[in-house]
């Protein structure tokens, strides 16, 4: 079975630390036709951009945190509910039903679910066809930067909230039904038995798929975003992931890309060591013991 785990501990090893080292241009100036070897040493003056207030960077920075924020309470909290709500149904062939075609969106590509929220609310999509065949102002959706975040939004639930569920429904199983049986006969209703016995038994999960979230917190997209900052330009759809792109892939400036990319990184494992000990203060596992 070691031998079987190879090729995927290899990959890991080359593409997550491995490819580490590569931080080291954020200290350069660096040129892809000279390399690392025998690009120029700058020091810190890549993170220039960082410090002296630039205002693309700044806008980038802003357009980040409060994506982050949207889906850290809407898009987050999405497959716990939806978690309660499938566990809820008696039939288990409805369950299995249900959960098979929540789980579809998952495995579509951001190209392909793009497009379809486009053909839905785009300006010849179903939805502007429809209010035009009534005589009524159509609406500016996919194009509005004013409904951007919210369609944003909808777009990574729809996307992955049926997939992120399997891990409480697997929790949900695990919880002694005995429990609800006792709440019962002490008069619980059902939504005090999800208060006082269901959320309980999920907490160490939510938790420890909190933590998680927050390392990740400040990458929110780049494919989703970048296939509709056309559409809506780049003072609403212009993240730290796509500000890397833009002006490192496309516009050489290597260094101060990877420097804008290993702050970004670092403010990501610093957040979940805070959580993770505040975790382990309220009593929680968290990602790890100390």
């Known amino acids: 079975m070691l031998l079987l785990a190879l090729p995927g501990i290899a990959v890991i090893v080359v593409f997550?630390?491995?490819a580490l080292g590569g931080n080291v241009?954020?200290?350069q100036d660096f040129q892809p036709y000279l390399g690392i070897g025998r690009s120029l040493w700058v020091g810190f003056e890549n993170f220039s951009v960082l410090f002296n207030g630039d205002p693309e960077f700044l806008q980038a920075l802003r357009n980040t945190l409060l994506i982050t924020a949207l889906q850290t309470v809407f898009v987050f909290p999405a497959p716990i509910v939806l978690a309660l709500l499938l566990n809820s149904l008696v039939s288990n062939r409805v369950k299995q039903a249900v959960q098979s075609v929540l789980y579809l969106p998952h495995f579509l590509s951001w190209v392909i679910v793009v497009a379809i929220f486009q053909q839905m609310l785009g300006g010849a999509g179903l939805l502007n066809n429809w209010i035009r065949s009534r005589g009524l102002e159509t609406i500016d959706i996919i194009g509005n930067p004013d409904t951007f975040y919210a369609l944003i939004t909808s777009q990574v639930i729809w996307k992955d909230t049926g997939w992120a569920t399997i891990l409480f429904l697997?929790?949900?199983?695990?919880?002694?039904?005995?429990?609800?049986?006792?709440?019962a006969m002490d008069g619980a209703t059902r939504m005090r038995q999800i208060w006082?016995?269901?959320?309980?038994?999920?907490?160490?999960?939510?938790?420890?798929?909190f933590i998680l979230k927050l390392g990740d917190s400040l990458s929110v997209?780049?494919?989703?975003?970048?296939?509709?900052?056309?559409?809506?330009?780049?003072g609403v759809a212009q993240v730290l992931d796509t500000y890397v792109y833009n002006n490192g892939i496309l516009g050489g400036a290597w260094g101060v890309s990877a420097a804008v990319g290993l702050v970004k990184g670092l403010v990501g494992l610093v957040l979940v060591l805070v959580a993770n000990k505040v975790a382990h203060i309220f009593g929680e596992e968290g990602v790890y013991r100390a």
Do not use: C, K, N
């Not at 697997?170 to 709440?183: G, H, P």
């Open 170 to 183: 697997a929790v949900l199983s695990q919880i002694d039904r005995s429990l609800y049986e006792a709440s």
């Open 16 to 18: 997550q630390y491995v």
């Open 25 to 27: 241009i954020a200290f």
């Open 221 to 234: 997209g780049f494919e989703q975003l970048v296939l509709q900052q056309q559409a809506v330009g780049l």
């Open 196 to 209: 006082h016995v269901t959320l309980p038994g999920m907490r160490p999960i939510i938790i420890l798929l």
